[in-house]
């Protein structure tokens, strides 16, 4: 439906892109990292944030439909009707809901505003108000309630709706969704299509107001309705924010010209490619005896012999051999990719089949678009290529520069996008792929600027997972400029490489494919050739178009989990034995004339006493002869350092988000000054404790910090401004060292796969080079004030489960080209140009291995990439197979509990003392049967954590270091630069 395009411009940068246009900004009294040195001034330093959070908020909305009404006219009545059924939303559900907050709400911000009048809110009567439990403001006083009314009286009465038409020449309705983690969303009235409620509303205030304008609160929705109801403008609000409601104002009145653009495509449910994969799909094999313990079958909270099926005679027997997955049959053809790439090739699939037969294609709004109170025009005014031919020898760029004139009458921003596409050969391309984009100044009516954006050819390779390497292909690659996909195509150059065939431009690895080494999904492939993968491809469209029938749909079946509570099998089922659980009453020990609750007590006893052992010596010895500061300044050598740590606490130090290790820092924390979660200190080896906090659209304390609930990831890439991305990064980590946060668990950088995702939201784009730009810019900004992120989740979390029970066990195949292409060129980029601290797996597996014992993955990041930080898992991560994640590709097991202690403790000396792995019973049900876990294993991993410390602030802290002499970025930790910018 992109039936009032208009033109507009921006620039952007991808990788190591140079963008020569930094936009000019007013300065903002920004609070320095020594005012934060208590909870009790946080609340000022908390409103200097204001300004930019409602910047973010303005130029996060898109415009989607105009047809003149907006701006609204000076002394304009409104109605304001929260038709949602889930209300006015802050957030998605889950880690970073925003709640708690002193939120502006859009019914406060008009009334704020001078030149708008607010005539009633109707609310839903469920909820009594427009937010959510949580996330509403405090109780208003009664004599401050004469604006609501009931929303029911509207939806059920034409004359109510009337009435309220009456004294109100404009209704604004409010569409509402609540998607988040563990809750995906379902193509259903009420939730991807509007609910009964939502049409009544939208069928009488079109009827009897003059204008009718909607804003979305939410990530994505079925558009149809756009037609079928004469509305006058729609906007895309999504979540954006504390200041959300001054957002609004502001722009209803004219006071900001919206300059938000698409970063996901609005379309059909039925047209995205992704949507028959998203599912649960799963093998469910016939019943079966198992004689040999030593064996496992997976998922392995499924594992065979499975205890809760019960033990006879030494025969294990279990119902099903279920295994989980989604297969990415649209390949490297999600998103905007597609839409733009199959429009023409559906077309003529469509014309040759029958009615039945055909393939929905309706796209609403493009990537990339977004209207304006006034019009732009862009040219291409100059552009310089490189003469060499690119090699793995030689980094070239591609330089471009635009012009963008505002062509109206009123001041706007405009935002130029540049887009490639590439050419066919061994490989095919999509059309077009975003490579840079760049945000303008606010431009007067006849004002022009320039900007320029520089690029590394590179960044338009492909992976070729037969040679191994990333390839450009000889021939033309057509170069597009504009202010959203369909308007680039309108300016155009063409790079031209005179090349035989392809040459390659990096190399590498297959490692993370379907068939990758130990991956369990090419195990049952063997058995299964039903569930192999095939990829869509445009020139065999007709056999390669994802169609999901693969496997049973899990809504199909009658089949069920018989096993125990998947929590308890992840974190090892120790707890439930030692508490006498009767889950695993028909535990065995191996020890037969021991019961399995003595048996694990006396392990968890084991465990105590070193814990105790470690205590006396602290306490006996005091520091020993090497602390951590010694390894820093090569005093002694890391090896020499770790030479002093006993196994306590090695293993302990390995366990973090909690306090098990506390008892070696030498002093207790009272509750309330640092966060509860994080990793634990050593006095004894001078080793400093750090905190992580949840995040990653607001920093979540637990030491009565006031924190700013910022627009969510989403929101933040629809502004398409990096450099004021990069300004919230700033002013987040600040609040990190307000809330005694070492770590911030963000940002979070997954692709958005398919809308019914529940927790796009929090994700950045559709797009992995936007994702990557503006992830990069947060971070960039994070880390400059002392404080770490950890990306999250790596990789490939584009669903949170059907009916919220799979999430966590899913395995999501598909070809490396696509996951590198796709869904780990997010993760290289902000790699490659912010350093992160620390990177999160992700719950699920892919092809076939859960993110915590990726190592092929991880080998990527860490080789290919540069990545020299910490991985940690997601809380309870993959802990029932500890002993396998701390092998290959896990650094921290959070959070920690003495019974997750216990189990690697033990796992460490059953190898010490008796050279072999866990048996079935001592591995707690799981497949670490059979491993060992060396002192070795666990001084290479703390090696990593270490190394990572001693370049964090909290160190330069602990030893009274000057920051900026240990650190890459330009932080101290009194950092004097201004936030810089908002305007």
């Not at 862009?378 to 471009?400: A, K």
Request: proline fraction near 3%.
């Amino acid at each position: 439906m992109r039936l009032r395009l208009q033109k507009a411009v921006a620039c952007s940068l991808a990788g190591a892109m140079v963008l020569s246009c930094a936009p000019t900004v007013q300065a903002v009294e920004i609070i320095q990292a020594s005012d934060y040195s208590d909870a009790s001034s946080t609340q000022d330093t908390t409103e200097k944030f204001e300004a930019l959070s409602r910047q973010v908020a303005k130029e996060s909305i898109v415009m989607l439909e105009n047809n003149g009404v907006l701006p609204l006219e000076s002394g304009s009545k409104i109605t304001l009707i929260s038709a949602g059924s889930f209300k006015l939303s802050g957030s998605g559900s889950g880690g970073s809901r925003a709640s708690d907050e002193a939120t502006i709400t859009p019914a406060e911000g008009i009334e704020a505003n001078p030149d708008l009048v607010l005539m009633r809110e109707v609310m839903d009567e469920e909820s009594g108000g427009m937010f959510p439990p949580g996330f509403a403001p405090e109780t208003e006083a009664e004599e401050e309630k004469e604006l609501v009314k009931d929303f029911t009286e509207f939806v059920s009465s034409e004359e109510k709706a009337a009435e309220y038409a009456a004294d109100s020449d404009t209704a604004v309705i409010w569409i509402s969704r609540s998607p988040g983690e563990g809750n995906d969303r379902y193509a259903e009235k009420g939730d991807w299509y509007l609910s009964d409620k939502e049409e009544k509303a939208l069928e009488y205030a079109t009827k009897y107001f003059d204008k009718v304008i909607v804003f979305l609160n939410l990530p994505n929705i079925d558009m149809a309705w756009v037609e079928q109801y004469d509305v006058d403008a729609v906007l895309l609000y999504g979540y954006a924010g504390a200041q959300g409601g001054n957002a609004v104002a502001d722009i209803l009145s004219g006071a900001v010209n919206p300059s938000g653009k698409l970063v996901d495509t609005l379309a059909s449910i039925e047209s995205y490619p992704s949507t028959a994969n998203f599912k649960t799909s799963a093998l469910a094999v016939e019943e079966f005896t198992m004689e040999d313990t030593s064996l496992r079958h997976f998922p392995w909270w499924l594992d065979t012999p499975n205890p809760a099926y019960g033990y006879d005679n030494g025969t294990w027997i279990r119902p099903y051999d279920e295994y989980y997955f989604t297969k990415y049959e649209e390949g490297i053809y999600n998103g905007y990719r597609y839409f733009s790439t199959f429009e023409d090739i559906v077309a003529e699939y469509n014309a040759q089949v029958s009615e039945e037969e055909q393939v929905p294609f309706k796209v609403y709004y493009d990537f990339g678009y977004g209207l304006s109170y006034t019009d732009f025009a862009i040219e291409i005014v100059d552009y310089t290529f490189p003469e060499e031919i690119p090699s793995t020898e030689n980094d070239l760029q591609i330089s471009i520069t635009a012009k963008v004139t505002n062509t109206g009458d009123v001041a706007g921003k405009d935002v130029v996008e540049f887009y490639y596409g590439a050419p066919d050969g061994v490989l095919e391309n999509p059309s077009m792929e975003l490579v840079a984009f760049a945000k303008t100044d606010e431009l007067e009516p006849g004002q022009s600027q320039e900007v320029t954006v520089t690029f590394d050819v590179y960044d338009m390779a492909d992976w070729y997972e037969e040679d191994a390497a990333y390839i450009l292909m000889g021939g033309d690659y057509n170069l597009y400029v504009g202010d959203s996909m369909d308007g680039a195509k309108e300016n155009s150059v063409v790079y031209s490489l005179d090349v035989e065939g392809y040459t390659a431009v990096r190399e590498g690895s297959n490692l993370a494919g379907p068939a990758q080494e130990d991956g369990t999904y090419d195990q049952y492939l063997e058995d299964y050739p039903e569930i192999e993968l095939t990829e869509l491809s445009k020139y065999d469209y007709e056999n390669t178009k994802p169609t999901g029938s693969a496997g049973i749909d899990k809504k199909d079946t009658e089949i069920q989990d018989k096993a125990v509570d998947a929590d308890s099998a992840k974190r090892n089922r120790y707890e439930a034995a030692v508490n006498g659980d009767e889950d695993v009453a028909n535990y065995e020990s191996p020890d037969k004339e021991v019961s399995y609750q003595d048996y694990y007590t006396d392990l968890l006893d084991k465990t105590n006493a070193a814990i105790a052992e470690a205590q006396e010596l602290y306490a006996s010895e005091g520091k020993a002869e090497y602390q951590l500061i010694d390894v820093y300044e090569g005093n002694c050598t890391m090896d020499e350092f770790l030479d002093q740590w006993t196994d306590i606490e090695l293993c302990t130090y390995v366990l973090g988000a909690g306090r098990i290790g506390q008892q070696f820092s030498g002093e207790e924390q009272e509750e309330g000054q640092r966060n509860p979660d994080g990793v634990q200190g050593n006095a004894r080896l001078g080793v400093p404790e750090f905190s992580v906090s949840d995040g990653p659209n607001k920093v979540g304390t637990s030491n009565g910090c006031t924190t700013t609930a910022w627009p969510c990831g989403t929101n933040r890439s629809q502004t398409w401004n990096e450099e004021l991305i990069y300004q919230v990064g700033l002013a987040t980590g600040y609040e990190c060292l307000a809330g005694s946060t070492e770590i911030l668990l963000g940002p979070a950088l997954n692709i958005d796969r398919n809308p019914l995702c529940g927790r796009n939201y929090e994700y950045f784009s559709e797009d992995p080079v936007m994702t990557g730009i503006m992830a990069a810019a947060l971070t960039n900004g994070i880390q400059e004030s002392g404080c770490g992120v950890s990306l999250k989740h790596f990789a490939a979390n584009q669903m949170e489960g059907e009916n919220n029970d799979r999430w966590n066990k899913l395995d999501s195949v598909m070809s490396e080209r696509t996951l590198r292409e796709i869904y780990l060129k997010n993760f290289e980029i902000v790699i490659k140009n912010s350093d992160p601290t620390s990177l999160m797996t992700s719950y699920n597996m892919v092809n076939g291995k859960y993110g915590s014992c990726a190592d092929e993955m991880m080998q990527i990041a860490r080789e290919e990439w540069g990545f020299n930080g910490i991985s940690m898992t997601d809380w309870s991560g993959d802990w029932g197979n500890a002993v396998t994640m701390f092998q290959t590709a896990t650094d921290l097991g959070m959070p920690s509990n003495i019974y997750m202690l216990t189990y690697i403790y033990t796992a460490l000396k059953i190898s010490e003392e008796e050279d072999r792995g866990l048996t079935y019973q001592e591995a707690g049900g799981n497949f670490d049967i059979g491993k060992q876990l060396t002192r070795e294993d666990l001084e290479e991993i703390v090696k990593n954590t270490l190394n990572t410390t001693m370049r964090m602030k909290v160190f330069a802290d602990y030893y009274g270091l000057d920051y900026s002499e240990i650190s890459d970025y330009e932080g101290t930790s009194q950092f004097q630069t201004e936030l810089g910018s908002v305007q």
